[in-house]
């Protein structure tokens, strides 16, 4: 039997170096065949003419613009792979057999929209705090019940994204694996963590808490607006602010952010109101389910120590 063909998407913006690692330990990657497409958000530093000249086998997409993570969309369109496996430019597979292990679990599951991967950080070998959350109840189709993958590395089954579309073209970054993971769900697929598929990632710990930037504060209201039912988003909307405001007043958010990112959530909002798309009950309430789970739950050792042999 042929295996199924994979498409292995990066995005870029200057980490040359990052880039060239990623792309070396793809080059060991086990399984075969698969290609390499990368797009180049308008980097100004060489990252593009370092993958023409050292790495011919990658399909390059240069962009005149930075466009964020919705970038992605860009290689998803082309990709000619049955699965997709994202990995972020400072990204790393877990080990050679990265891609075999999406595939399997893809094969194992015709219902499976995502693999979630473990996230595991580079410099301290600790499982990241913005690694996918689950439910570590008994495993029914491989896997754990999850709501969203981290873009660090996570495999995407190409099927389901040619029934419900892309990343989100106004969000530019933060909340889009989200966004797009609670489209899944509610078309009928599924979204599943496998804490033995792991990751590497290679920025520092505790240099990026997604949620607390501008677009993590602005995307999240978006979120909430297009996907609950309105009684339920003016309540979700109502809380955000409060927990938002006591943050401020430890001194944890400045206000200024809070209230820019407020502001434009509204001024720039008007189309999320108007294509609101609510999810069904069922999807909202495991949403809701799944947020009260964290990402450790003995299933993945607490400390792997990082070796470039295994990636």
Not at 91 to 108: A, K, R, T, Y
Not at 117 to 123: E, G, L, T, Y
Request: proline share 5%; charged share 20%.
């Amino acid at each position: 039997m042929i295996s199924p063909q994979v498409s292995v998407i990066t995005l870029a913006h200057n980490r040359r170096e990052n880039v060239a690692e990623l792309l070396c330990s793809l080059r060991r990657q086990s399984y075969e065949p698969f290609e390499v497409i990368l797009i180049d958000n308008n980097s100004d530093d060489g990252t593009a003419s370092m993958v023409k000249e050292d790495f011919p086998e990658v399909n390059l997409i240069e962009l005149e613009d930075n466009l964020g993570t919705v970038a992605y969309n860009h290689g998803l369109i082309c990709a000619k792979g049955k699965y997709l496996a994202i990995i972020d430019d400072d990204g790393l597979p877990g080990d050679e057999n990265w891609i075999q292990q999406i595939v399997e679990c893809f094969d194992g599951n015709p219902l499976l929209g995502v693999v979630c991967c473990n996230v595991r950080m580079r410099d301290t070998g600790l499982i990241a705090h913005d690694s996918p959350q689950f439910i570590p109840e008994r495993r029914v189709s491989g896997g754990y019940p999850a709501v969203a993958f981290n873009g660090t590395g996570a495999g995407l089954r190409a099927e389901a994204l040619s029934e419900v579309g892309f990343f989100n073209q106004g969000y530019f970054m933060m909340y889009l694996e989200l966004h797009l993971c609670t489209r899944l769900l509610d078309a009928g697929w599924e979204v599943r963590h496998f804490p033995a598929i792991e990751v590497w990632h290679s920025r520092p710990s505790g240099s990026s808490y997604p949620a607390m930037s501008f677009f993590g504060l602005r995307n999240y209201y978006w979120y909430v607006w297009e996907f609950y039912p309105c009684p339920m988003a003016i309540l979700e909307t109502l809380h955000e602010i409060s927990s938002r405001l006591k943050l401020v007043i430890r001194g944890e958010l400045p206000l200024r952010s809070l209230i820019n990112a407020s502001f434009s959530a509204i001024r720039e909002g008007s189309h999320i109101i108007r294509s609101r798309k609510p999810v069904s009950s069922e999807v909202l309430a495991y949403l809701r389910s799944v947020r009260h789970w964290g990402n450790q739950h003995g299933l993945a050792a607490k400390h792997r120590q990082y070796s470039s042999r295994n990636t």
